[in-house]
């Protein structure tokens, strides 16, 4: 019997498309394209068709209507239900389109992403399903509901040790042995360093990446930004608080505009860029900065800042002293003072940036899509 085909359950309403910056989508992306350069089937990827356009190729789309979505309180009350022994009813029915759009398939493997309703949802069709956790799915479930949850399933696919570490912790340990680890994809195709990196009289240029949200910590970094004067560093916001380059900034966007506005140094907001526009952002900068404030799983713009050859400094928190090793410089969460100190060691040793950056580049080449895509192949073979 020859491989099983893949196909991949997205997020009901997440887009499949380069114009946004989605981190699940994105790394389906290049697992399914890396599938195709292996010679394999190519992936299916589950789609509401209201979507996004245009969407990723190399993929066979199928797609669904999308139901009606789980409000804050329905979540509250399908916890409950979890908790005292039944399905979570209202999570179900936002998830049967995409079981129905998948159920009379010919048998495949079945990549849950972050969801773990669908291996119910699936039982009986000859579908092998995984859950495939970008984030900690659990903490809602009691254990009898995570057995019966995970029971089902083939696998749970952690994006990273420590991700895999705090599930297997909140799962029964008659289903520990279900969870391993597929780090993300690092995109090194899309993602490289210039040939030469700016040079002359000009500031250190200090890069952030991503929404523009408490958990990602740019609050921390325009804090960090008033220790520096002008001919020190300049500091480059990119991100909006959604995936709309066009959205007006949120009430948290506007606050951390006026941290900004007292610092000394040069600091510039851009809104949101698509995946086509980040690595020219990438090359023109000097140093990455990582300040997340909560438990990143893995965090993309990681590989990505290390394929473009800058050095990083992140915060030491959930999976990405495992995503970064020892390239990174790891600063305390929510530390500005620690965080600029560890930006000026930086600025003060060229030489130590250099060296950071290279090592970077080494790390993401080891961690390329057809890596991922052979690893997680082969977790799905060997279970």
């Known amino acids: 019997m020859g491989e099983r085909r893949v196909i991949h359950a997205i997020t009901p309403g997440d887009h499949f498309s380069p114009r946004t910056g989605s981190a699940v989508p994105t790394v389906v992306h290049l697992l399914a394209d890396a599938a195709v350069r292996a010679g394999a089937a190519p992936h299916g990827v589950i789609l509401d068709r209201s979507t996004m356009t245009p969407r990723y190729g190399n993929v066979e789309l ?169 001919d020190e560093a300049e500091f480059v916001f990119v991100g909006s608080h959604g995936f709309d380059r066009h959205a007006h900034p949120s009430a948290y966007e506007r606050e951390v505009r006026e941290l900004a506005r007292t610092s000394r140094a040069r600091v510039t907001f851009l809104p949101f860029a698509d995946r086509d526009a980040l690595p020219a952002l990438y090359r023109d900068a000097d140093v990455l900065a990582v300040p997340s404030v909560w438990a990143e799983p893995s965090g993309l713009i990681l590989g990505e800042g290390m394929a473009s050859g800058l050095p990083i400094v992140a915060s030491r928190t959930g999976g990405i002293p495992s995503v970064v090793g020892d390239v990174a410089v790891l600063v305390p969460p929510n530390d500005p003072d620690a965080l600029a100190a560890a930006l000026r060691e930086l600025i003060r040793d060229p030489a130590a940036r250099a060296r950071r950056g290279e090592a970077g580049v080494r790390r993401a080449r080891q961690r390329d899509p057809d890596w991922a895509w052979a690893r997680l192949r082969a977790l799905l073979d060997e279970s």
């Open 62 to 230: 199928i797609e669904y209507d999308r139901a009606p979505g789980v409000t804050r309180s329905g979540r509250y009350l399908d916890a409950i239900a979890g908790r005292l022994g039944f399905a979570r009813p209202r999570l179900a029915r936002w998830y049967s389109p995409v079981a129905e759009a998948v159920r009379d398939l010919p048998p495949a493997d079945v990549l849950a992403h972050n969801a773990p309703i669908l291996p119910q949802l699936l039982r009986g069709t000859g579908h092998r399903v995984s859950i495939y956790a970008h984030n900690q799915l659990f903490r809602t479930y009691a254990r009898r509901e995570a057995d019966r949850t995970v029971g089902g399933a083939h696998l749970v696919i952690c994006v990273s040790d420590a991700l895999a570490e705090e599930t297997r912790a909140l799962l029964p340990r008659a289903q520990r042995a279900k969870v391993v680890v597929a780090e993300n994809p690092v995109d090194t195709t899309r993602f490289s360093p210039p040939a030469r990196r700016a040079e002359g009289p000009r500031p250190l240029r200090v890069l952030f990446v991503g929404r523009m949200i408490p958990s990602k910590g740019p609050d921390v970094l325009a804090r960090a930004a008033q220790a520096f004067a002008p």
